[in-house]
Structures are given as C-alpha cells and as structure tokens.
C-alpha cells in the first residue's frame, strides 16, 4: 500500500510531483522515488511513497521503469500468483516477486483489456514512453482513491486531495454543492468532490491523456452490470456456495510478507473473518475497542467486549484491547485533515487510534469487515425499511397517534441515554414516505424542509440538485428485488463515498494497510446473485451470512444483536465539545460565511442539549465541516492551516 502522484504536460511538474509526493508520506514511509520523461512539449512525472507489503527488496520500489513502462501503483493484486504463471508462461521474465511487476507485465500484455482480470483493490498511474501516453486507473469498487485536477492540456494526479490544494497554494475554490451533499450524507459522494477542479475518478474506470491534449475515459466494470446479471442467475437457480467464496476471500487477503491482523468488533463480519484467518495464521493478532463506563452508558451503547474476547479465546486469537478515550478536542482538527473532506463519521477516530496501535506493535496489514452490511442488507435501515412497507398499511389515525407519543418521548435523561426512543424517532422520520424517499431519509441527516431551512436560501436549487441525483442512483438498475436495490444504492453511494473513505485515509494516516475481504469482486458477485428474501429472514439481517458463518461461529456470536462501529458522540457533545459547538454557532466561519444559518443551527444544538431529539451526529458532522471549511478557505491550502 502506498501514495501515488503524477503531472502530466503541467507547470513545474518535477517540483510540483515532489511537492505532491512529500504531502502523502505518511502512506509510504518505507521509501520514496520518482521518474520524469519528456512528453510533447511538456513532461510527465511520476511520483511513488512505498509501504513495504510483498516484496520487501528493491526490486519493488517504485516507480516501476521496465522496457518502454513506467508504473506507479497503490494497491493490492490477490490473483497475482496466478495472473504470473500465466504471464511467465508466455514468456515472461520477472525481476523480482511484488504485485506491481505482475500490473506491469499484464498491461504490456493486454492493455485496458487486463483490467477487468485484476482481483484486488488499486488505483495507479501508467506511462508508455513510446507513445507518450499516461493511462489512471481506479479498482471495480473504488476501495482505494484517486483525485486529479485537469487546467487546460495538463493533469495532476494523487492519492489525496489534500495533496492536489497543497500544490495549488490554496486556489482551489470550495464546491458548495458538495458542501451540501455532505450535510444531507455526512460525507461527500464519490460523484462529487469538495473543490470545483479536483474529481475523484470513478470506480471501475480508466482516463487516458494523449500528447496532442486528448483525453479517453473508459469503463472496464459497473456495480450495475454485476447486480442484473446475479439476478439472471438467480432466477436460473444458480446459488452461491457463499461459505467457500468468503474462506477462499480471507485467505487471499491474508498474502504479504509482513505480519497481518484483523479488526474484531465481537460482531458477525469481523468475527468471521478473524475465525477464518486463525485458521490460516495460528496465534494471528486481532485489535479491539472499548470506551469508558460513562461514556457508553450515556450512549446506551452494547457491550461488543466481551463477545470480541469469546472470539479470541475459541480461535486462539492474540487479542489487544484498546479503550477509546481520545481528546477529541484534538483529534478532530487532525483527523478533519486526514480526512480529506468533510466526513463526519466518527467510526474515522477508532480506525485511525487501532491502526496507530497496530503500527506501534509492527503491524503494517489489518484485515476490516467493512462491506458485510452494504452487500448483505445488514443495516438496521434495511430492515426498517422493509418494515415500514407493513407500517404504511396500518390505518392512518393509528399512525399519527403513535407518531404524536414517540414525538413526546425524551431521547436522554441526564444521565443516560434511551436507545429505543432514538431509532423509533427515526424510524417514523421515514416510514411513511415512497420507497427511494424512505430509503434516502433512513440514512441521510436532513429532510429536504429541514436542509432548506439549515442553509443559504441561494442554494435551494443545490438541494434539490442533490436530492434528483440520490433518485437517479438508486432507480439507475433493473432489479425487482427491493433489499437489493437497497444494497445496490449502498454498494454504488453509501460503501465507496463514506465506509471505503475514511477507512482509506485513517488507516493510512496511520501508515497502515486495510483489506477488505467482503468488498472482494468474486463476494460481490456472488453477493447480488441471493435473493433479498435470503438476506432478511424475518428480523434477521444478513441472513444468508449469518448461514454461512455458523459453521465457524458460535451461535450466540452470529445471532446476537448488532454492535456498533461509532462513537459515544452524546456523551462527547455534552461534555468534551459542548463550548466548541457554542463557537462554531456564534463565530464560526460557515455561520460568518452564510452557508449556515445561525438560528437553524443554535436550534439543532438546544433540541440536543434538552434531550428532546438526537442531534449529535449532525452536530459532530457540523465540527468537522467547520474544521475543514477554515483549512479550505484559508488560503494556503489544508495543510498549512490545520497542523498550525
């Protein structure tokens, strides 16, 4: 795993591609090199920062340069032993063992036709000298990020966007609109990008720069395409052996020639993945969390614990306990930085603090359960939203008088929290709208009234932008199958522009590499190929998993109820941040600015204060927001303004 950055055809490229490498050293500590080459009338430059994963020597430094090729890579290949074989049995000759030669080897083979063949997460920038073509690459599920910024016929690229407003001395001006859409997500969709200029390439794609100024965009895989053609072989009665798929997943993702270790919560994904990898690796490392006893108690939170310590006994897993009491004070300016953009998923601070653990222990691979819930309809909203089809036939006087008790219900005491009341407050917030309308809201922050009313009036339009792109997304498939649309919508928004993100970037804030086995191309093939009514049995989410699983788990493991990746963010909004929240209300810059609305706001804060409603995460995404918004604006880019 590692940082990439390049220019092509741009101003001062050689300088500029040192620049960009230097801001992502953090991915790469291990090493660093960068290649340049006349192009034109301009040049491209190459830019790598290696963490060391296989192929430890100097055969896998980067930029690879091999007869005409030039590589620079991020990423991962599980199919690389076999993509060599079969590459050296046609004659080729490889220098060394690392993943990168094999994506070198295989494009001179078969150009942009090699890509759908590749097993892994990556993203990478290629250089043929002959043609003087640069080609970018993004992986089939955007697990790993690639932002560029295009001015006239020159392109620079990197691993993070903090890197390309580095190199632009903080000219890059805010995009409003994704400013919007990460208030209604708490988090920038991967169509979108927090700087007007910079976009994220998308998934599944390439973008090819020519010398005479061209540009060709391409697409080598679509979610969408993967989804219609399961359900063809559902309906041909073509199950998965989903057991099989997700062993052999795990012990691909479990290849490096450094130690691994997993993430283990105590829920079913990673529990699952951890038992799988005792199996492979004896004695294998697993990190967890706990919080405070206030802390949860005031949330209301499970106690995943001790259901992460039966784990790690039964499987003979080394298990290291992490309590998370951070200064969030001082974490959240950091971890706004590290973030890239405006993402307001605390889960970003337990990611970051286990893989600091980890990486002070030498482990420089973790293996996540990230992906399980999207792909398996285990969200809580999944079910709730196939509840509130049954809810909608109840007569409409009886609806409203439940809605006016829950309505009265406090969501806190001073003391403690009442989870209950929370979720049915959201649940009613939903359950009596349209399909993609309830689906939307079940995860989103704001409804539409409640976004207008929170922001400049100007950006109306913006919302109602936003909102029509959230519909096309979700109706853009020819599924018949709701728990699938809705895992389709998850997979395609909610997966890459949130979960996939943060995890990115925490980690490797933390010079750390996480796989992802769940979000592997052969499990999500497999994935859209059950039937909804496979994923939820009854109350069950993830029921298809949850199958599987018990023929390695112990049932109170698999069927317990769900734990929480997240934070005890009430108990921080009434003690830790409380002040901070008063300033960003009466002297924040987004307030100053007009893009929030001061009243709105102090509303938002009052209502969470008195325990009449639960507004902690969009209060805490508010923080970051405002954190990043004075880094943006300030003029010297991210980087000066928040390590100041």
Not at 313 to 325: C, K, S
Request: hydrophobic residues 40%; aromatic residues 8%; negative net charge.
């Amino acid at each position: 795993m590692c940082g990439i950055a390049g220019t092509y055809r741009w101003p001062d490229g050689k300088e500029v591609t040192d620049r960009l490498t230097d801001t992502l050293a953090h991915r790469g500590p291990d090493g660093s090199g960068r290649y340049g080459h006349p192009v034109g009338d301009g040049e491209v430059h190459l830019g790598h920062r290696r963490l060391s994963i296989v192929d430890l020597s100097e055969t896998g430094a980067q930029p690879m340069v091999s007869d005409g090729l030039v590589l620079t890579y991020n990423g991962e290949l599980y199919n690389a032993p076999e993509l060599r074989a079969e590459l050296a049995a046609a004659g080729v000759r490889f220098r060394g063992t690392s993943d990168t030669e094999v994506v070198l080897e295989a494009w001179r083979r078969w150009g942009t036709d090699c890509l759908p063949r590749l097993r892994g997460m990556f993203a990478f920038g290629i250089f043929d000298e002959r043609t003087g073509e640069l080609v970018l690459v993004r992986d089939q599920l955007g697990i790993k990020p690639l932002f560029l910024l295009r001015r006239g016929e020159g392109l620079v690229f990197a691993s993070e966007l903090k890197a390309l407003a580095a190199v632009t001395g903080g000219s890059l001006e805010v995009d409003h609109a994704a400013l919007v859409a990460s208030l209604l997500y708490y988090w920038v969709p991967d169509s979108r990008c927090a700087f007007r200029e910079a976009e994220k390439l998308p998934p599944g794609s390439w973008l090819r720069c020519r010398p005479d100024g061209r540009v060709e965009r391409g697409r080598f895989w679509h979610l969408k395409d993967v989804a219609a053609e399961g359900r063809e072989r559902a309906l041909a009665g073509e199950l998965p052996d989903l057991a099989a798929i997700v062993e052999e997943s795990t012990r691909r993702h479990l290849l490096a020639d450094v130690p691994v270790a997993t993430f283990l919560s105590g829920g079913l994904d990673s529990s699952y993945l951890t038992a799988l990898a005792a199996r492979e690796q004896p004695g294998i490392s697993a990190y967890t969390i706990g919080f405070r006893a206030e802390d949860a108690k005031f949330e209301a939170m499970p106690d995943d614990l001790r259901y992460a310590r039966q784990v790690a006994e039964r499987f003979g897993v080394d298990l290291r306990e992490i309590e998370i009491a951070p200064d969030v004070l001082d974490l959240l300016p950091r971890m706004t930085y590290h973030l890239d953009e405006p993402i307001g998923d605390p889960a970003a601070i337990n990611t970051f603090l286990i893989c600091s653990a980890a990486r002070e222990a030498g482990v420089k691979v973790m293996l996540s359960g990230m992906g399980a819930d999207e792909l398996f309809a285990g969200y809580r909203k999944h079910l709730a939203n196939l509840i509130a089809l049954r809810y909608q036939r109840v007569p409409r006087p009886l609806r409203r008088g439940v809605s006016a008790a829950v309505d009265r219900l406090p969501v806190a005491s001073a003391r403690r929290g009442y989870r209950s009341v929370r979720f049915a407050k959201r649940f009613l917030s939903f359950a009596d709208l349209p399909e993609e309308t309830a689906f939307r809201r079940s995860y989103t922050m704001y409804d539409r009234d409640e976004l207008l009313d929170l922001i400049d009036p100007d950006l109306a339009g913006t919302v109602d932008d936003v909102l029509t792109e959230h519909a096309d997304v979700y109706e853009d498939n020819e599924l018949d199958d709701f728990v699938n649309r809705m895992c389709l919508g998850d997979s395609r928004m909610f997966l890459p522009g949130l979960n996939l993100a943060y995890t990115d970037r925490s980690s490797m804030a933390a010079s750390t590499e996480v796989r992802v086995p769940y979000v592997d191309v052969e499990v999500v093939k497999a994935a859209f190929t059950v039937p909804g009514d496979r994923k939820i049995v009854g109350r069950q989410g993830k029921a298809v998993l949850k199958e599987a699983a018990a023929s390695v788990l112990p049932r109170e493991i698999v069927y317990r109820p769900k734990g929480l990746f997240s934070a005890p963010l009430r108990a921080w909004m009434s003690r830790d941040l409380a002040p901070l929240v008063r300033e960003v209300i009466h002297d924040g810059e987004l307030v100053r600015s007009g893009f929030l609305r001061r009243d709105a706001l102090a509303r938002l804060a009052a209502e969470d204060a008195a325990g009449h409603r639960d507004h902690s995460k969009h209060l805490w995404h508010v923080l970051t927001l405002e954190y990043w918004y004075r880094g943006a604006t300030s003029g010297s880019g991210q980087t000066a303004s928040l390590t100041a």
